[in-house]
């Protein structure tokens, strides 16, 4: 007889827009944190302008905390990346609960999905796990050099508050950053 362990899950709560108050599961991943709810509040309370009707990637989507988020407040895609086979099995779960038009999930390595075809988007959200902090430099890169980035995009970068934010393209500039903990935050603005 075979038993089946039954995998441990975490929970978030949608805290803005349409699906506010909606709480969604996501599986226990090693590496996976979830943006914690008041840094979620403080990055759209920066992007309120930036959101609505804005197409957007979630480069280390995770529990998708961050591309829902955007849907659920009027961005009108939500392209969320995570190499995780459950990670993004739970999100098209999510997408489907949620009717979610504009989300997609993809499973890929952030790296190789950056290597494809790109399309501008007008917000990109970085926040791989900690671990794996030297990604970010790379990112930025391919994001500035690889026509993913509308002309005046932002970017969200998430990391372990001791680190800070990674080198940045000549042209991208921090126009805010916050501490919550272990979390480092930090909105970057990118021009032309």
Known sequence: ????????????????????????????????????????????????DAIPSARCLDLFAGSGALGLEALSRGAVLAVMV?????AVRQLREHIDT???????????????YLQGAPQPFDV???????????LLGTCCERLDSGDWLA????????TESARGVPPLPHNWRVVRSKQ?????????????
């Open 180 to 192: 919550a903990g272990q979390v480092g935050y930090h909105l970057v603005e990118r021009h032309g």
């Open 124 to 134: 990109v959200f970085l926040d791989p796990p900690y671990a794996h902090y030297e």
């Open 151 to 158: 002309p005046h995009a932002w970017i969200y970068i998430e």
């Open 1 to 48: 007889m075979k038993i089946q362990t039954k995998r441990k899950t975490g929970q978030l709560r949608i805290i803005g827009g349409e699906w506010r108050g909606r709480r969604l599961i996501f599986p226990e991943i090693e590496g996976l944190r979830p943006t914690p709810d008041r840094v979620r509040e403080t990055l759209f309370n920066w992007l309120r």
């Open 98 to 112: 949620l009717h979610a038009h504009g989300a997609q999930a993809v499973q890929a390595d952030a790296l190789a």
């Open 82 to 86: 995570d190499q995780d086979a459950h």
